[in-house]
């Protein structure tokens, strides 16, 4: 029976999906118009994993990628159509309790204009491949998201 790995979700004009998997290998991602997104890996010790999700919206198969690191596998979907999603999943039901918002990669859809000075949705802008590993390529910058204003944004979104 397989596993399912934790995997954290953050949207700009794209998805992106980091699935913590360290180690990972035969790793099978599959990106299909209509939305669906299947994930498959074996673990260090050969213990497959692997999850489906439907997604809110139709995707752009061709320009979905994928990256593979040392700890993580980070997937960046490309939607069909620009504009923001009000939750990652096509069902309105609580999302499985794998599944969780990645809050380092997270923007608002309102910030989103303000920040694409600072930070571009290119393929390279969640993971660079000169960069050393287990470094999130954030140094010196500074996130301030208090307690209680993550808790309400939290409490606001819907998966």
Known sequence: MSRHPEVL??????????????????????????????????GVQGEP??????????????GCKTKVGLRNILCLIQKKNKGWWKRL??????????????????????????????VSDDDDDDVDDDQEEGSSGDEGMLYLLTWKSKRKLESSMEY
């Open 9 to 42: 979700w953050a949207q700009r004009t794209r998805c992106t999906l980091t699935v913590a998997l360290p180690d990972a290998k035969n790793i099978s991602v599959r990106c299909e118009p209509q939305g669906l997104f299947g994930f498959s890996a074996l």
């Open 49 to 62: 994993f692997d999850f489906s999700l439907a997604l809110y919206g139709p995707i752009v198969p061709e």
């Open 89 to 118: 999943l096509e069902t309105e039901e609580k999302p499985a309790p794998y599944l969780k918002v990645d809050w380092n990669k997270w923007c608002d859809e309102d910030e989103e204009e303000s920040t694409s000075d600072l």
